[in-house]
Structure formats: C-alpha cells, structure tokens
C-alpha cells in the first residue's frame, strides 16, 4: 500500500528466531498471536495479567522447547519518538499522539502505561491520510483504528489496522471529537463519508454524566433481587465433605 513496515517473522522455529534477532542487531520485540491469549486471571481469581508487546534479545529468548511451542510475532526494536493512533470513519480521519517515552514502562507497549500518558489531538499528514484510506478500500472496511510508531528521524512505521478498535476513550484523553463524528458515520456508513462539526456536539463527558445519573437513580428505586435457591445448594465433595456452590 506505500506504507513503511518492520521487518516481521511469524514463527516458532528456534533457529528461524535466533537468527533473525542476530540478523536486527540482537535486539527485537515479541507480540503473541491473539489478543483473546493476552489476558488471564491469576491463580487466586482476583487479577487479571496481561502479556504485552516485550523487547527481547538473545540472551532473554528462552529455551528450544519453549520458543516451539507456540507460534510468536517478532520484529525489530524500533526507536519511537511517539507513537500515533488514527482513527478512520469512511472518509474521516482523526488522529492522536501518544507520548509514549515519556516513562519507562510504556517506552515498548504504550498500553503498559495507558492511563498516565499524554495525549494530544494532531492533524494527520495528508499522505498518510490517503494511505489509511486507500488500505481500508483495499480490505473492504469503512472503518478502521491504524496504529504506528513515528521515529526520531520523523519516519512513520505501520504497526497494524484493527476493524474494531476501541476509541471513545482517545476522546476523554486528548479532545478528539470521536463520539460525534461516529454518531454522523452510523446514519450515514459509507466510505466517502466526510465528518462536518455541529453546533452542539454529542460528547462523550456529557454521556458519561447522563449514565452515571442514571444509575444512581436507578440504584435509587431498585430493590436487591433475592438469590436464587441454587447458590445456597451444595454438593459433596469425594471426601463426603459438602461444599457450597
């Protein structure tokens, strides 16, 4: 499509991945297929884990057996100035810078410190545009969240093009006007779909409020429901032990 892309290995052979972390300087980033594997909840229920974007090298790639025995993303390391999010409604494109640098643990994966970056609302370069708009014909998609890594020399990387990104939250963060161009996009959904600002915009701090009222009231008027009978029912254990369900 025209876009600059990072060398990529899909692979689980051992040889196949030393050599080509020798091959990038012996320093790569390792993504796992899925992002339903990404998370789990750990051994007492109660948090959940998360697997991001790692940077390894050959001294931290782990043994023969365990690199066979499931397929990995692996790429260069690639020096980030920013990183960028583009979000593209048919023919509207918005974009939001993510400082990811600015502290250690989201200098790999920015969504290791998602919640106390910054942001700003940028205008997207015009060929950029073309380019993410030109990709979504191509996959025939009439929206799409892209994301890439923009280098000290100012070069811009593609990472990837999710069809259903999430990006309300973009909104809260940096002021793109996401939520009411959205709303214009659902009534009328086709590519040449041009975004016009309105005078009084649907925001999405104001649908939060409205929510939140709601629910308090809500809680207000609505009476706790009695637990069904099965929650206290038990069943015996192997030890002739009863345990509650």
């Not at 690639?78 to 643990?105: D, H, N, Y």
């Not at 700003?120 to 994301?147: N, Y």
């Amino acid at each position: 499509m025209g876009f600059s892309i990072p060398p990529t290995l899909f692979s689980n052979d051992p040889a196949e991945i030393r050599a080509a972390v020798r091959d990038w300087g012996g320093r790569a980033i390792y993504k796992a297929f899925g992002s339903e594997n990404n998370f789990w909840l750990d051994s007492e229920g109660r948090k959940i884990l998360g697997l991001f974007t790692t940077a390894v090298d050959e001294s931290s790639l782990p043994d023969d057996s365990t690199l066979s025995l499931t397929p990995g993303i692996y790429q260069p390391l690639i020096p980030k100035a920013f990183e960028l999010r583009v979000t593209v409604f048919g023919s509207a494109v918005f974009a939001t810078k993510i400082l990811s640098q600015e502290q250690e643990r989201s200098q790999v994966d920015w969504r290791n410190g998602q919640r106390s970056l910054r942001y700003e609302s940028i205008d997207v370069p015009p060929g950029l545009a073309k380019l993410c708009r030109s990709m979504l014909r191509r996959l025939g998609l009439l929206m799409g969240c892209f994301d890439f890594v923009v280098t000290p020399e100012k070069d811009v990387v593609f990472l990837e093009v999710n069809e259903g990104g999430q990006f309300l939250w973009l909104e809260s963060v940096s002021g793109v006007p996401l939520l009411d161009a959205f709303s214009d996009f659902l009534i009328d959904p086709r590519a040449g779909f041009r975004w016009k600002p309105s005078q009084a915009p649907i925001r999405i701090e104001h649908v939060q409020t409205i929510a939140s009222e709601n629910m308090a009231q809500a809680a207000e008027i609505h009476l706790a429901p009695e637990p069904p009978a099965y929650l206290n029912a038990t069943t015996e254990e192997p030890d002739g032990q009863e345990k509650p369900h």
